[in-house]
């Protein structure tokens, strides 16, 4: 029979194993996007659409790159944008957030596919998804965004 400590131990290895395969995957949870961002050490970039953007409002100096119109059309200069915003630096680290991670599930693979190394998935979303509560409700902050464009 397997002991309580035993018991704790394997399932902590198993929690931290799952939290670095997930980190290599790409996923990144708020927090610690949010941590990064504040020293420095990556960009957040919000795929929504400028309704989502006035509608909750955004992360603190997040860059505003859309994947579609309010309409639904593709930004066809997404990839272009994407790269105007790093600075034309293929290699910057970034990460992607979107409603609940569907887009930028999809976006984070498209980047990957043109060659940017660094591409970090804010897979809970600022609402929600399975991977988590998000980022409204995890209580991080954000700014109004009426004008954004």
Do not use: H
């Not at 996923?27 to 309704?51: C, F, H, V, Y």
């Amino acid at each position: 029979m397997i002991g309580p400590s035993l018991l704790f131990v394997i399932l902590l290895s198993f929690s931290l194993s799952q939290a670095a395969l997930s980190e290599d995957a790409g996923l990144m949870t708020p927090e610690t996007a949010w941590q990064k961002a504040e020293n420095g050490e990556l960009l957040i970039i919000d795929i929504r659409t400028q309704d989502e953007w006035d509608e909750t409002g955004i992360a603190p100096d997040a860059a505003l790159v859309s994947l579609y119109s309010d309409w639904g059309i593709p930004n066809l200069e997404f990839v272009t944008e994407i790269l105007a915003a790093l600075d034309g630096d293929k290699d910057k680290p970034f990460a992607l957030i979107c409603a609940g991670g569907v887009r930028t599930a999809f976006a984070a693979d498209l980047l990957r596919d043109r060659g940017f190394s660094q591409v970090f998935d804010i897979g809970e979303g600022m609402l929600g998804s399975g991977d988590g509560p998000g980022w409204l409700a995890r209580g991080l902050p954000t700014r109004e965004c009426s004008d954004c464009t």
